[in-house]
């Protein structure tokens, strides 16, 4: 069950300030993209989601977008802030962590998504903070909605 739980909950991305990065000492956000920034079919950042890496960037704190969506999504995206990405990342599986562990040894990492089964659990399994956020829309994938079904439950019994 540990490797279910993040370690903070938020309801929208833009609470996870760089002030609180910055006094919890994190130097790396790895963030999630589809229903985490923008709805997964919002090819470019919203005005809202580019305000708030900008103001992480202005803080030094470094981003790298991490999707389990395919290459050209994650490619556009990221491009817009001129960021490294990496795209079919397989969350949960630590390949791509580790990948981006071989990049940025030194960083203190910390990990935003809105989904348990792959951002939570991926970063989990490599000891990183988690931070899951609410999901920006509901309406998904159908592999998505079984996920948030067992979210939904997870919540109940932590609640409890
Ligand atoms: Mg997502």
């Given at each position: 069950?540990?490797?279910?739980?993040?370690?903070?909950?938020?309801?929208?991305?833009?609470?996870?300030?760089?002030?609180?990065?910055?006094?919890?000492?994190?130097?790396?956000?790895v963030?999630?993209?589809?229903?985490?920034?923008?709805?997964?079919?919002?090819?470019?950042?919203?005005?809202?989601?580019?305000?708030?890496?900008?103001?992480?960037?202005?803080?030094?704190?470094?981003?790298?977008?991490?999707?389990?969506?395919?290459?050209?999504?994650?490619?556009?995206?990221?491009?817009?802030?001129?960021?490294?990405?990496?795209?079919?990342?397989?969350?949960?599986?630590?390949?791509?962590?580790?990948?981006?562990?071989?990049?940025?040894?030194?960083?203190?990492i910390i990990c935003l998504g809105?989904?348990?089964?792959?951002d939570?659990?991926?970063g989990?399994?490599?000891?990183f903070?988690t931070v899951?956020?609410?999901?920006?829309?509901?309406?998904?994938?159908?592999?998505?909605?079984?996920?948030?079904?067992?979210?939904?439950?997870?919540?109940?019994?932590?609640?409890?």
């Amino acid at each position: 069950m540990k490797l279910l739980k993040p370690n903070k909950f938020v309801n929208h991305f833009s609470e996870l300030t760089a002030e609180f990065l910055l006094a919890n000492k994190f130097t790396l956000l790895v963030c999630d993209i589809d229903n985490t920034l923008v709805a997964h079919d919002e090819k470019l950042p919203s005005l809202e989601a580019k305000k708030y890496i900008d103001s992480l960037l202005q803080k030094q704190i470094k981003v790298v977008f991490m999707s389990n969506n395919y290459e050209e999504r994650v490619k556009t995206f990221s491009e817009v802030f001129n960021l490294p990405y990496i795209a079919f990342a397989k969350k949960p599986l630590k390949k791509s962590y580790k990948k981006l562990l071989e990049k940025y040894p030194n960083e203190n990492i910390i990990c935003l998504g809105d989904q348990i089964m792959t951002d939570v659990i991926g970063g989990n399994r490599m000891h990183f903070y988690t931070v899951k956020t609410k999901p920006l829309f509901e309406k998904d994938l159908f592999s998505t909605k079984i996920n948030r079904k067992i979210e939904k439950l997870l919540q109940k019994y932590w609640e409890e």
